[in-house]
């Protein structure tokens, strides 16, 4: 039978020891008018090979696109030791190490998970994951909620050019607790937030919340906005690409006193895009809030001989301890993908990470070049950008993406996902996995398209 | 040793990175970084060696038995492993237009509706990311559609005191006030408390059954019946689903919603932690709230429904749609199991339960509830042999590692004084039961010639025990140069 052992002797032995003579007795205390006793409407089982067969159909349908689209989501190198390793039974079939001293291969990786990304974010703590950017944002701004009790009402001031998807996400998972969620407007021609920032009395908002680099991949002032915020009283939660901080200031670092608390997507570290999961959440703080933290946190300790060991620590703010008194509801964190985060940076190194977001920055600049120069395609925003940029089309973005789609590409991002009105602009994103032939062939093709629709609505027009 | 302290100034690992990426000197300088990262320095045969070494000391299920009561550790099987990781799957970006993705797409659809099949509820949305998001779906989702009534009276939620800690902790992110409910001699809801807790403020109930007991609510359609009168809905934590594949179904039994924990009953690999998948299910009554993305099929494509398509539902719940690769994962294992082989993981989960308690109670363990059958997993109590031996279950499980094998999950369900939840589930072999018995009888008798033996446990492993309260009084979450 397909995963289980038993053979017939084996369960003659078990149920005679048990006391009753078939499997079914052991569902007798089931009320009967609630038994169903069989799954008919299901197919039968498939063995492996024919499974196999199966699968690789299905995954040959959905890969072989070159990628330009990020969003969110980036395609970069994953070095080949990173899932090898990962992959390795011991990481991938532990549980949630509760038990500390047949854990300690995951609670010293965690360990050393927390120290770079805390150091990558220029913060004092980071916890051992949530479940994605967009997830890890809503706890915190809940988490600002808790921390910030000098604000008089919870209102949370949000990026206007903030991905989409998290605003929709924050809305979903914090509403229900009465969070007021307003927006802080972005300029329409840099893409930016407006430097003119709004006035607000003191302690009126709980915590602004900036994205850098924003939706639209433009680089944000996160200095003056960050010590704005802290003269109102508000904390500054920020959302950053990670790959993006090897060349951007980090959060830590922003304005006179830093960011107090910051998220983001860890994807880009390692992790394959895989239809958008399992990625995973980061979130990092200063040391005076870390009892408001959401998540496992590591702590280094000695075990009773003095020798150092690991362990879960300040657990009194979970869920299995407090229940309804908890920082948060999350139990499963996505530990596998930070375990392949962790290596993804021991492998790189600092200068690693920074060729990777310096050679992706110079790549979509390329690109950019390309197709701006290219007569009707124009940059949107005229801010400076990490590795997304917007261009505006004389057609409808959806036409250019569904003619490279052809040609085995995909072009960007429709940004009429954000707004009607922006149904022309194209979110193009280019890492450092592409090489100048690949930008070439977009070009191509792109010229190509546009040629295309230009007859065509000429032919219409005739 | 940690991976810091093998680093060495300067050694770099040229391969992985783009050489020589030229400056970015567009960006104005206040907004660039001018200190870089700590992050080590090291060779690639460092970082394998490093983490190859940690990962060894390790316990999984790959290299030893894991009865961890509510957490179904069965086997993760490696074929659905390696076909969830075909390249084609790995490299799909999650925003790709649907006519690239229809073989995610399709995968997906099967799944929401063999889950729909196997719950016994219409509609089924994959987006939860683990079980607490699939419990906060759930409970939202309640909210939701009481609100839609116009009903704001509704602000508590009843939670049985042998819930998981989950529980209570999602009805209050969900801005409800909490009841517990009494549990009575038998393990089953008190019935009298119940009813006296539920009226007009009743939004509803969470519930596991089988309990986390470990024993089937027998009188569950009688607490439907009360819930449902009230006005309230009942939630249903499918923990321990892998108690009832194919036997009876959540939707039979009067729950309206419910989530699957993927990464236990569909055998999808817990990955020290996570990643996990909780996907959300729901009858015709609650199905317009179920959080979206959703796939949608219309005969011919596969596409995805969003608030535009399901304009009550409570909303998303992260950037892309949930724990994709886990999706696929579930898919797979359902599908090479088939319609016989997810009927007997419930019932070679439950032979093996009932096996392991029938031979601990002749050996001499006390169990908690001695009258009743074992779901897919039970508890025995060691509040005797604390109190004889002075050695506690936290002790015992500290033992039981010294010999090669996983604790069972302790201190839980907290009614239970000095318990061990017990979940061998069906991928073990009747030799390796066999074997944990002789152990723990082995670990008894320890207890009582050389009770320090035990009491002083682990003695084999990486570490002896931690000190717990330097690592909460002394924070150190970072290493620091």
Redesign the interface.
Known sequence: ??????TED??K???K????KS?DD??????S????N???????????MA??RD???????????A?F?G???Y?H?I?A?V???T????????????????????L??L??Y???M???M?L???N??L?????ALAEAV?MAVRTNTAAKESRILIAGNL?P??R??I???VR???ILLETLPYNDKTGCLETQLPKIENGDIVAVVIAQPNFFGG?E???AITDWAHQHQALVIAVVNPIA??????PG?WGQRGADIVCG?GQPLGI?????????GFLCTK?DY?RQMPG??????????G?P???L??QAR?????????T??????????V?AA??Y???????????????S??NS?TLCAALTAIPGIRLRFNS?YFHEFVIECPCTADVL??AL?KKNI?AG?DLSVLSPELDHCLLICVT?TKTADDINAYVNAFLHALQNITSISTTVED | MLIFEISAKGRRNHLQAPRLAPAATDIPAHLLRHKAPLFPEVSELQVVRHYTQLSRKNFSIDTQFYPLGSCTMKYNPRGVHQLASLEGFLQHHPLTPASHSQGYLQSAYELQQILSHITGLSAVSLTPMAGAQGEFAGVAMIRAYHLSRGDTARTEFLVPDAAHGTNPATAVMCGFRIKEIPTDKHGDVDLDALRAAVGPHTAGIMLTNPSTLGVFERRISEIAKIIHAAGGLLYYDGANLNAILGKCRPGDMGFDVMHINLHKTFATPHGGGGPGSGPVAANDRLKPFLPTPIVGYDGKQYRWLTTKDCPQSIGRLSAFMGNAGIILRANIYARLLGREGLCRVSEYATLNANYLMARLQQAGFTLAFPDRRASHEFIITFKKEAKTLGVSAKDIAKRLLDYGVHAPTTYFPLLVPECFLIEPTETESKEELDNFINILITILKEAKDSPDLVKQAPHNLPVRRLDDLKAAKELDLTWRE
């Not at chain 1, 008018?33 to 169903?36: H, K, M, P, Q, V």
């Not at chain 1, 496992?296 to 001989?305: N, P, S």
């Not at chain 1, 509801?329 to 993908?337: M, R």
């Not at chain 1, 940076?345 to 050679?359: P, Q």
């Open positions: 039978m397909p995963f289980i052992p038993h084996d369960v032995t078990m149920l020891t048990i006391g009753v499997t052991l569902f007798d205390e089931i009320p008018n609630l038994r169903i069989d799954l008919n409407a299901l197919d039968v089982g498939l063995n492996e499974m196999g699968m690789k159909d299905r995954a040959a349908r959905d890969g072989g696109l990628c689209l969003a969110g989501a395609e190198h070095p030791a899932w090898q390793i992959g390795r039974g011991e990481f991938l079939t532990a549980y949630t190490p509760y038990q500390a001293e047949a854990s300690q291969g995951t010293q990786l360990y050393e927390q120290t770079m805390a150091h990558l220029g004092e703590v980071s051992a994951s479940y994605d950017g967009a997830s809940l991905h998807h998290y929709q996400t809305e979903a998972l229900p607790q009465g680089i002032e996160v200095d901080m090897a060349l951007l200031k980090e670092a997507e394959p895009l895989a239809s958008g999961g399992p990625y995973f040391m870390v496992r946190l590591i702590g280094r300790t000695v075990d009773q001989d020798k060991g690991f362990s620590t300040l979970e869920q299995h301890i407090r229940r309804a008194k908890a948060s509801n999350i139990c499963t964190n996505q530990g596998l993908a375990t962790t290596i940076m021991s492998l790189l190194g600092a200068s690693g990470l920074s060729d990777v977001a310096k050679a920055h110079a600049k400076p993406i569904q789609l995909l991002l450092e």
